[in-house]
């Protein structure tokens, strides 16, 4: 954060000072929530939570090295009492980056904002200096903590924004207005909180109704393989920069293949030139990310072969999102168990399907799909829990194992009435009975994707099978 003394940081929040001896003292280090990840010179920001209230964490957290705590209530430490943290640090935030002047770059979409964040902020920060959300911290208290790790020297900030109802993303770019603004895509995560896709459609197009006039320097960046997403283009002011494989995209990719291991390769064509790429990241949904990657990077600056080469670099940043690890013994495990929605559902199963053909001599490998609930889908769940079952069938995927309640049956269900019989699809209660069941039926050059919402919990399979063997190998 640029250095901020705690009376300029009292009036900018309308806070009121409590035990502070010095008011001229500086804000010099990070603001964080988390009191465990205080540091001096920091900013501690206490959240009364349902089950830990931060108020009670304080004074640890100035003992760490915080020059004060940013609180509801006077805690006997230096503090700045604020009616609403929240509000707080939003406001902050807009103090911040409207004082540094940093190219905000913003993305939202229904799924694959994080891994297209991911490749964004590398990009970039190949190029010139760079912040960016990590992981999935991209709500009310993420985004602005994010937003505050910036500085002096920051040239990029690259913000991931969520939403799960309307007006949210357009709260979000206030605390953060945004130069360029990027829409991956309208999907049905979330579809029961919003109620349905135009929802969604409406409330992930406030990103491009938020950006400045095209005369004034903003870009919409949207993905022309999408209608929904493509016609945001009649709701911004901004200059509109369309991505995909369509032969109108201004970024786009052509002779899109996917080799054995999962990993996508293709053309990229941009309007100052074209270059191969091949991406580290595996299953075909990532080239939509990259592309959208790539036109943000080009309007940046960079130019094609650059691109090309940082995205041929580019790894995943933020766990549980396709990680691929192959065990000392053979089996490979995809740990893509973060979250789930159909769509990254479908991408994960038909990246598992890919990677069927990389065995031996030619001799496919054996593929299974550990799949749990899809949460949030509202009325649509039913539906949407059969197709994917079905899916995996018509995907030649050699067994899936259902993990959970009602939703794994349906999982279950759909896939025998695809065509599944015997135990090629099985159902099971738990991630620990589907542990027992791969430990006793894995063998060597198998392939385990494990995917479900965060909720689930599916992790702890993947962290259960990578513990079977010592000497596992990250990034096959």
């Not at 540094?100 to 904002?113: I, P, Q, R």
């Not at 979250?339 to 030619?362: E, I, K, V, W, Y």
Request: proline share 5%; with cysteine; net charge negative.
């Amino acid at each position: 954060m640029i250095p901020l003394t705690l009376a300029e940081i009292a009036a900018v929040v309308s806070g009121r000072p409590h035990a502070i001896p010095d008011p001229q003292v500086k804000v010099v280090g990070p603001v964080v929530y988390d009191s465990r990840e205080c540091a001096p010179g920091g900013l501690f920001a206490a959240y009364a939570g349902e089950r830990v209230d931060g108020h009670d964490f304080a004074a640890q957290a100035v003992a760490d090295g915080a020059v004060a705590v940013l609180a509801t209530r006077p805690v006997g430490v230096p503090a700045i009492v604020v009616d609403d943290v929240t509000a707080a640090l939003g406001a902050l935030a807009r103090h911040v980056v409207a004082t540094l002047g940093a190219t905000v770059v913003a993305l939202t979409g229904s799924s694959g904002k994080t891994s297209t964040k991911d490749l964004i902020a590398q990009l970039l920060d190949a190029h010139a200096p760079t912040v960016w959300t990590p992981g999935s911290l991209n709500n009310e208290i993420g985004l602005p903590v994010t937003a505050l790790r910036a500085d002096a020297t920051t040239r990029h900030l690259v913000l991931e924004m969520g939403a799960r109802g309307i007006g949210h993303i357009a709260y979000l770019t206030g605390l953060t207005p945004p130069h360029i603004g990027l829409v991956l895509n309208v999907g049905t995560a979330h579809l029961g909180e919003f109620g349905g896709v135009e929802q969604i459609a409406q409330a992930k197009g406030e990103l491009v109704e938020s950006l400045p006039p095209a005369e004034e320097g903003g870009i919409a960046v949207l993905n022309a393989d999408d209608p929904r997403v493509r016609a945001m283009a009649s709701r911004t002011r901004a200059r509109v920069v369309l991505f995909g494989e369509g032969r109108d995209a201004d970024v786009r990719a052509e002779n899109v293949s996917l080799g054995t291991d999962g990993r996508p390769s293709f053309t990229l064509h941009t309007p100052s030139g074209c270059s191969d790429v091949t991406l580290r990241l595996y299953g075909e949904h990532h080239v939509s990310n990259a592309l959208a990657a790539a036109a943000v990077a080009h309007e940046l600056g960079m130019p094609a072969d650059a691109i090309a080469q940082a995205l041929n670099h580019a790894r995943g940043l933020s766990k549980w999102r396709m990680d691929v690890t192959e065990r000392a013994d053979g089996v490979t495990v995809v740990n893509d168990a973060y979250n789930a929605n159909p769509d990254s559902m479908r991408a994960a199963l038909r990246a598992l399907a890919a990677m069927a053909g990389s065995g031996a001599d030619g001799v496919p490998r054996r593929t299974w799909a550990v799949l749990g609930e899809m949460a949030e889908l509202g009325d649509a769940a039913l539906a949407e829990h059969d197709a994917v079952g079905r899916l995996a069938v018509r995907l030649n995927v050699s067994r899936l194992v259902a993990v959970g309640g009602r939703e794994a049956a349906w999982l279950d269900m759909g896939a025998k009435n695809e065509g599944s019989w015997g135990e090629e699809s099985v159902h099971v209660s738990d991630a620990r009975a589907a542990i027992d069941l791969l430990r006793s039926e894995l063998r060597p050059g198998d392939v385990v994707l494990v995917k479900a919402s965060r909720s689930v919990g599916l992790e702890k399979v993947a962290a259960e099978l990578l513990a079977e063997t010592e000497g596992g190998v990250a990034g096959r």
